[in-house]
């Protein structure tokens, strides 16, 4: 009821408006002691998975894109996420497409964003994970892009820079080639592009005297024979496990009229109507796999039989985002008993 309340005002809000103040909302209530005690992630961690070497405290994570610059986490961690996943990053600050670039669909439940990689750079974020306190056994995931003005030719450039700025900070990485807001981006799911990508990082992490579990985010949006690739490439490339899926293009799903769903413009989906799309992907890669590596579950996760269907499915882990904005911390506690 509390955050019905909470939310009803925040909606009524331009939606970037409300996130960042919502944040700095939770930034001085974790200060307060009785609340912070009331919400303290130790006495919500669930039931403990080991996931790609890992132990994480619960199956509940937060999807990248809240905290794309890693400002955010003990905030976060205190509502009970056994993992979060900061980003996406690029090298280089880039102020992403021009506001408003993020819409609530209040009647399906849904956001569309076209934020477009928006974020301070790699060195910003490896500054202030440099100085973090990590809260206690919080699993930390980077969410690796490329910059805008990279091609594509070069993109295993970019993500190998951020890759070796955030190595000594974080848990493990996410490779990010499927945002349908940056142009061009999603070829890199391609067989030739992708071989590429994944080598080179690979190739990198032989470089740490102890390597980092490598994860692949992917869109819901590949036909079956092109999530075959992905997935050939994934095992012969040894990544430690698949993310599906991204936002998707597709407005299918979408309960307002021709008009008006033409009038929202380009962007990425997410929420409830990703829901069945992810689930069907997610499927596919763990029957095709055979269990041979890890899926994390993402796109509209926002009820536990929505995420006891992704876990039946066969997922290790899931992250949630839309459904958090759309149900608040109370969801997080409940999926975090899973």
Not at 18 to 31: P, V, W
Not at 109 to 134: D, I, P, T, W, Y
Not at 290 to 298: F, H, S, T
Request: with cysteine; aromatic share 6%; net charge positive.
């Amino acid at each position: 009821m509390l955050y019905s309340l909470f939310r009803r005002l925040m909606f009524s809000l331009e939606p970037e408006t409300a996130h960042y103040l919502t944040m700095d909302l939770l930034r001085f209530g974790n200060k307060i002691p009785g609340l912070s005690a009331a919400w303290n992630v130790e006495a919500n961690q669930g039931k403990p998975v080991r996931v790609a070497g890992l132990e994480f405290p619960n199956k509940v994570g937060l999807a990248a894109g809240f905290d794309k610059n890693g400002q955010w986490i003990p905030e976060l961690a205190a509502l009970g996420f056994g993992h979060i996943e900061i980003g996406t990053v690029t090298p280089k600050p880039q102020p992403g497409n021009p506001r408003p670039r993020l819409f609530r669909l209040k009647e399906d439940e849904a956001l569309l964003n076209r934020l477009g990689f928006n974020n301070q750079g790699v060195s910003a974020m490896a500054g202030r994970l440099s100085h973090l306190q990590k809260p206690k056994g919080l699993i930390i995931g980077g969410n690796l892009g490329k910059n805008k003005d990279r091609p594509n030719e070069e993109a295993e450039l970019d993500y190998a820079e951020s890759f070796r700025a955030l190595a000594p900070w974080v848990d493990y990485f996410t490779l990010n080639v499927s945002s349908p807001n940056t142009p061009g981006l999603r070829a890199l799911q391609d067989k030739e592009p992708l071989e590429r990508l994944l080598k080179h990082l690979q190739a990198e992490n032989e470089r740490l005297a102890q390597p980092k579990p490598l994860f692949l985010k992917i869109a819901p949006d590949l036909t079956l024979e092109q999530l075959d690739e992905v997935l050939d490439l994934a095992l012969s490339c040894k990544l430690s496990a698949l993310v599906a899926t991204n936002t998707t293009l597709s407005r299918k799903e979408l309960s307002g009229s021709a008009a008006s769903i033409e009038a929202l413009g380009a962007g990425g989906i997410s929420g409830k109507p990703l829901r069945e799309k992810s689930l069907q992907v997610l499927k596919h890669l763990a029957k095709q796999s055979d269990g041979k590596i890890p899926i994390v579950a993402v796109g509209g996760i926002g009820s536990e039989d929505s995420a006891k269907a992704a876990l039946d499915a066969g997922a290790s882990l899931f992250q949630l985002y839309t459904g958090f904005i759309y149900h608040g911390p109370a969801l997080v506690k409940r999926l975090a008993k899973l």
